[in-house]
Structures are given as C-alpha cells and as structure tokens.
C-alpha cells in the first residue's frame, strides 16, 4: 500500500495534536513542562505507529508468498 506520508491518519492526527499543544502554551492554558510531555509522546507514538505498520505489512507479505 503507498500512501502519501502527508496525507496519512497518523501524520494528520499528529500535526493536530502539535498544533493544539503549540496553541494551548502559547495561551498560558498549560505550561512548557506539559508541552514537552505532549511533544514528546505524540512522537513518540507516531513513530511506534510506523514501525508497527510496517512489521504488520512485513508479516502480511510473508502470509500471502506461503504457498
């Protein structure tokens, strides 16, 4: 399956929760401290995401070149 990187759930989901983190510090609503935290695990996350999609499409190829 390709999938334009940018055009993908994940990638969407993630830049969202940036964006909504990036404008709740710059508001006061939270501080830098919990913004780290965000950042950190929307990246974290995605890039898990991503490792984990590509093993899942690894062991589907496996399944279907068994004869």
Known sequence: MTTNRYASRKF???MLSLASATWLV?????????YQYVVLGTVGVYI?????QKWVEKQAAKVEATP
Do not use: D, E, K, R
Not at 26 to 34: K, Y
């Open 12 to 14: 969407i989901l993630a």
């Open 26 to 34: 710059s508001s006061g609503a939270i501080t830098p401290g919990v």
């Open 48 to 52: 898990t995401g991503n490792v984990s």
